[in-house]
């Protein structure tokens, strides 16, 4: 009797060990999934984990934050609330959760948690930079500027301080005092895109163009892609008649935001200046597709149809601008002008007699005004008058945009090195290709396994992964208990190790790294001849390498392991031009790039349109300073379809030029 309990206490402490590895597993797993950017899947696994243990707080925290890069404030700051009732002693809870509030503008409840925050680490210095932030937003400037002098006092080498305070004193109005802590900002730190936008602010408002048109180039050259830079510097290069350099602005503006109001608007009266009368239609069009009501874009579109010979589509929106309007002579006039031209006399002479009227009703001071209600249905971008339907448009207020200091306020990948070399090619279920249309990735093993195996899904070769729907995370999920369930049954050693490749790679394609290795030495245990096998431990490794590199945690030796998989594999497939690829990125990864360039001119060797070898060679001559070379290089893969390529060429071509 006493040995049946034993051995029932040894079963039940086997399963509880079994199940806590299981939950502990599938955090580790949605934690990797949170790194590599797959939220829904990420979302998957933390749901298990909460399923299974739904009073541990970690869970609802990275869920939390996988709901945050989806856009869903509302259910990460639910999750992170969950959290902190499990946890209230853990500082970047509130962080996670104020940043959620911001998201939805409720500035008040972000507040209340950055103070708790600092109550809970007061030498955190962006709990108090965001705090100001915050309350400059709901306008209680007294005590930002009391943050603001904090973090100058306790922090003085933190230039965003300054300019916050330089902030809070244009707010104030005080444009003095603004340019003297702005002054001091720049002088910590000159390459803050944000001060000099700050600074231009200033010089527009005091109507120095060419000062401000300077300073907002030095903002466009640190942060190229702000489109109300150049939508502000267009203004400027206009008031001192750079008509040329403000129509690229406009341009580029659209380029990087096509949606863009005040880009439409202004661009189309530039159009319009310039006798370019179409294209401004277009813009013109674009503008009261956005604002239906917007009477000015009507009218100056009204004046483009009339300039063209369209005579009654010039009338309709004349008419539309007089029926809100009705003694807004200079449409009357112009309407009377169009229907004479159309033989319609006896409408043109009501309406000159409405001017003739309206002006005798002027001369004697009876002239209706508009009522507050009327001006209340015009936009905020604008003045109200029509007469000045031709003056370019500007925002009520320039506003800088504010970047709170937080982990979570942007995407994981924006955490990385600017310049990002392409990453390793290896197995996938999907057919994801390079990205580039005309390069279909070709190996014979591969074809072989397809052909001799007939897997439950056909592989592929990619170096590109997308991101899982739901419904293919579970279809994933449920191809490995399919797989398990085959390799249990299975007798004969050769389609046991084929149905592990099977397996590692849907452990892989779900993000699960540690799995898809384990799977991998079990095979190559049996048959150290499987090339494929090699080639997915050394990838799956490397990626897992990364996410724990994120950590803090030294993987050398792992990395190691991985370029010893690559190693044996090329010699079981010397002409494979993929392992070369990767090799190469192994080395890069070490910051080698001498070896990492000679494995990519290899790889080129045996497949000349493999892009991604032209892209990642040449940023790895870019970063042993062979320029020239790795220009040449990266013109080829951008030649070849991978056009991210000519983005980093204009950059390092602007670096010369500057």
């Not at 809100?324 to 009377?336: D, I």
Request: overall charge neutral.
């Amino acid at each position: 009797m006493l040995r049946k309990i034993i051995c029932l206490l040894a079963l039940a402490g086997t399963l509880f060990a079994r199940a806590q590895y299981n939950v502990d597993h599938m955090m580790i797993s949605g934690q990797v999934a949170l790194h590599y950017e797959d939220y829904v899947l990420s979302i998957q696994y933390f749901n298990r984990v909460i399923s299974a243990k739904p009073y541990l707080y970690q869970p609802w925290q990275y869920r939390a934050v996988a709901k945050f890069y989806l856009d869903d404030y509302v259910g990460a700051e639910s999750d992170v609330s969950e959290a902190l009732r499990l946890n209230p002693y853990v500082d970047v809870l509130f962080d996670l959760r104020a940043i959620t509030r911001i998201r939805q503008e409720k500035y008040d409840q972000a507040i209340a948690d950055y103070n708790c925050a600092i109550r809970l680490n007061p030498q955190e210095r962006n709990y108090w930079f965001n705090r100001a932030i915050c309350r400059l937003n709901v306008k209680d400037y007294e005590q930002a500027q009391l943050d603001a002098d904090t973090l100058i006092q306790r922090w003085s080498k933190f230039a965003n301080a300054y300019s916050l305070k330089a902030e809070l004193f244009l707010h104030q109005k005080d444009t003095v005092a603004a340019a003297t802590w702005l002054d001091k900002s720049l002088a910590i730190d000159p390459y803050e895109g944000n001060t000099w936008t700050t600074r231009a602010y200033i010089s527009l408002s005091r109507q120095e163009w060419r000062m401000a048109d300077s300073l907002l180039s030095k903002a466009i050259h640190l942060k190229p892609s702000t489109v109300n830079n150049y939508i502000n510097r267009a203004l400027a290069r206009l008031n001192y008649n750079n008509l040329r350099g403000a129509m690229a602005d406009y341009d580029t503006a659209l380029d990087l935001d096509p949606n863009n109001f005040l880009g439409h608007y202004n661009r189309g009266l530039l159009r319009m200046q310039l006798g370019d009368d179409n294209r401004a239609i277009n813009d013109f069009d674009y503008v009261i597709q956005m604002e239906p009501e917007n009477v000015m874009a009507i009218f100056n579109r009204g004046v483009l149809h009339e300039k063209t010979g369209n005579i009654r589509e010039a009338i309709n929106d004349y008419s539309k601008v007089i029926s809100q309007f009705p003694n807004f002579w200079t449409g009357l006039s112009y309407r009377a002008r169009c229907y004479r031209q159309l033989g319609m006399t006896a409408k043109a002479e009501q309406d000159e007699f409405r001017i003739f009227k309206a002006q005798m009703d002027k001369h004697q001071g009876v002239q209706n005004r508009w009522s507050k209600s009327k001006q209340n249905e015009m936009r905020k971008r604008s003045e109200i008058d029509p007469e000045k339907y031709n003056q370019i448009v500007v925002e009520d207020e320039n506003e800088v945009e504010h970047e709170y200091k937080s982990d979570y306020r942007g995407k994981v990948q924006n955490r990385q090195v600017e310049l990002a070399f392409m990453p390793m090619y290896t197995l996938s279920y999907l057919d994801n290709g390079n990205g580039v249309k005309v390069y279909k990735p070709f190996d014979h093993d591969v074809e072989t396994f397809n052909t001799r195996h007939h897997p439950l899904l056909p592989l592929f070769i990619s170096c590109h992964s997308s991101l899982l729907s739901a419904e293919q995370t579970e279809s994933f999920f449920s191809l490995i208990e399919t797989l398990n369930a085959r390799i249990e049954r299975e007798s004969s050693t050769p389609s046991i190790v084929a149905l592990l490749i099977q397996r590692s790679l849907a452990y892989s394609s779900v993000q699960n790294f540690e799995e898809s290795v384990n799977d991998l030495t079990t095979c190559l245990r049996i048959d150290s001849t499987q090339v494929l096998a090699y080639w997915l431990r050394a990838s799956s490794q490397m990626r897992m390498n990364a996410f724990q590199a994120s950590g803090g945690v030294d993987v050398q030796l792992k990395t190691a392991r991985s370029l010893s998989d690559i190693n044996q594999a090329m010699l079981l497939s010397p002409d494979n031009p993929f392992l070369f690829y990767d090799r190469g990125n192994i080395h890069a990864a070490q910051k080698q790039y001498a070896e990492a360039i000679d494995d990519y001119t290899r790889a080129l060797k045996i497949e000349p349109m493999l892009a991604e070898a032209y892209y990642n060679r040449g940023l790895a001559r870019l970063f042993a300073n062979l320029k020239e070379q790795a220009i040449a290089d990266l013109s080829k893969a951008g030649e070849l379809g991978l056009y991210d390529a000519y983005s980093v060429i204009k950059r390092e071509t602007s670096k010369k030029s500057n």
